[in-house]
């Protein structure tokens, strides 16, 4: 059995990822991440999971309080 991903599971992390995007937009920092999650675990090439790292570390930079109480 291949790690390769089925079309159905691109086509389905192209979408999550398009979900993910629409939702950090609006601000839905925990939506965005789990869509970007799940999207990356269903294509690991997928750039969702480039995204959930930049949306990881814009977080850090925006609630750098909440690590330094």
Same mark, same amino acid.
């Given at each position: 059995?291949? /790690?390769?991903?089925? #079309?159905? $599971? *691109?086509? &389905? +992390?192209?979408?999550?990822?398009?979900?993910? /995007?629409?939702? &950090? *937009?609006?601000? &839905?920092?925990?939506?965005?991440?789990?869509?970007?999650?799940? +999207?990356? #675990?269903? $294509?690991?090439?997928?750039?969702?999971?480039?995204? &959930?790292?930049?949306?990881?570390?814009?977080?850090?930079?925006?609630? *750098? $309080?909440?690590?330094?109480?």
């Amino acid at each position: 059995m291949s /790690n390769t991903p089925s #079309a159905a $599971d *691109k086509q &389905r +992390a192209a979408t999550l990822y398009a979900e993910g /995007n629409a939702l &950090r *937009k609006q601000q &839905r920092w925990g939506e965005a991440m789990n869509a970007y999650e799940q +999207a990356a #675990a269903l $294509d690991p090439g997928s750039p969702a999971a480039h995204a &959930r790292e930049m949306l990881m570390h814009i977080m850090e930079y925006y609630t *750098k $309080d909440l690590y330094n109480p």
